[in-house]
């Protein structure tokens, strides 16, 4: 059993930048794909971006790719998810998961965190 806690949503302005963390607990961690999806009102959950077990692979959808960065630190037991020249476009809730073999989808995914309201005006 994981259970994973998302912190640092908040409101941010167009351009700006937010730091998301997802604390997992357990000692597999390490034994976890980790991902990020996010829900906007209205509409379907969607992969944002995911990292191998081991961090050294990342993969990330278009429509964040290089403003968005995935990271994870295997001693803390933390995933990240760095996001910068943010856009109203990117308000949504959004979630960790984990899973032995996640991938973009999230039906490859076991566990998931509560969420955490990203808001970015313009």
């Known amino acids: 059993q994981v259970q994973l806690v998302e912190s640092g949503g908040g409101l941010v302005q167009a351009g700006g930048s937010l730091r998301l963390s997802c604390a997992a607990s357990g000692r597999t961690f390490s034994t976890y794909r980790m991902g990020w999806f996010r829900q906007a009102p209205g509409k379907e959950r969607e992969f944002v971006a995911r990292i191998s077990k081991n961090g050294f692979s990342a993969y990330y959808a278009d429509s964040v790719k290089g403003r968005f960065t995935i990271s994870r630190d295997n001693a803390k037991n933390t995933v990240y998810l760095q996001m910068n020249s943010l856009k109203p476009e990117d308000t949504a809730v959004y979630y960790c998961?984990?899973?032995?073999?996640?991938?973009?989808?999230?039906?490859?995914?076991?566990?998931w965190g509560q969420g955490t309201q990203v808001t970015v005006s313009s």
């Open positions: 998961a984990a899973g032995p073999m996640g991938d973009s989808s999230a039906r490859t995914y076991e566990y």
